[in-house]
């Protein structure tokens, strides 16, 4: 895995002159777009199914509405603003540049809301035909259905990434969150006996944030959810991290630390950052759940 050099990410907040009321729209014109979405961690990030010879699996990434400028997201609202849907094929534990196919929830192709998501998309020259029929079930978090990616055609169970067989668990396996402006939150799933992978969400709050005279706090605020991540355990005491990895767009962002004794903290392998990089571990599977 190719990890770059630690990039400082300036917080990137959206500030609009006015209020927008969030635009209602029909599920039936195959978007989540306007419609209040209570946990979109539940929905974010990847699912996969094993094949003959591969690991077939969904990518989702989320970004949300918030009015205002938050404090925190413990019982906040949340608008979803527009969704991307990655449909990939991996051979190895860790996923690589041009294993997918990318879609907007804007696509004609793609109905997508909480709990279905349908998908029709021909071959072409650098992607398979791809059909997708999938319901979620919130309940035992897991979508089922149809999932058709190129000679691949069959009902399946999509679940978490997990190792195929039982091994031992990573001490990394979790969700960890840092007080960081963004990049502030990772989900690291285990894929085989020593290999990781996981997601990130950027959980922007700027209400907390102290604003110089005449400035005043955005009158909307945007969260992301399921940005891939590339988790690499160099030690059993050690990991390196790639944020927004596997991106178009500059830039990867490259953390890590060591896992302290106790098993609670990731910190640091760096010092002198103007952000701190330590990550706490969280109870459970969002970094909502717990005042930050």
């Not at 009321?21 to 777009?33: D, K, S, Y």
């Not at 019982?75 to 294993?99: F, M, N, W």
């Not at 969400?201 to 940005?227: C, K, M, W």
Request: charged share 20%; net charge positive; glycine share 10%.
């Amino acid at each position: 895995m190719t990890m770059l050099r630690l990039r400082l990410v300036p917080l990137i907040l959206f500030i609009l002159p006015s209020r927008i009321p969030a635009q209602q729209t029909h599920p039936g014109r195959g978007t989540m777009r306007g419609f209040v979405i209570d946990h979109p961690e539940r929905l974010s990030g990847s699912w996969e199914v094993k094949g003959d010879h591969a690991i077939y699996g969904l990518h989702i990434q989320l970004t949300t509405r918030v009015d205002g400028a938050p404090i925190t997201l413990i019982g906040v609202q949340q608008v979803c603003h527009s969704a991307l849907i990655e449909v990939y094929e991996r051979t190895g534990p860790t996923r690589k540049v041009g294993d997918g196919n990318w879609l907007s929830d804007e696509s004609p192709q793609l109905l997508l809301t909480d709990k279905h998501l349908l998908l029709k998309q021909a071959a072409t020259r650098i992607g398979p035909e791809v059909q997708l029929d999938l319901t979620f079930d919130p309940v035992t978090d897991r979508w089922s259905g149809r999932f058709r990616r190129g000679t691949f055609d069959r009902l399946v169970t999509l679940l978490r990434p997990h190792p195929e067989t039982a091994v031992a668990k990573s001490p990394f396996v979790g969700t960890w969150s840092r007080p960081a402006l963004m990049n502030n939150c990772i989900h690291i799933v285990q894929t085989g006996s020593e290999s990781l992978a996981g997601w990130s969400d950027d959980l922007a709050t700027p209400g907390a944030l102290r604003y110089a005279n005449g400035i005043r706090p955005p009158v909307e605020t945007f969260e992301q959810y399921g940005s891939i991540a590339l988790i690499e355990a160099v030690s059993p005491s050690a990991v390196l991290i790639e944020l927004k990895a596997l991106t178009a767009g500059c830039c990867s962002i490259t953390d890590g630390g060591k896992l302290t004794p106790d098993g609670k903290e990731i910190r640091a392998g760096q010092s002198g950052s103007a952000i701190r990089s330590d990550w706490t571990r969280i109870k459970g599977d969002s970094c909502i759940a717990a005042p930050r």
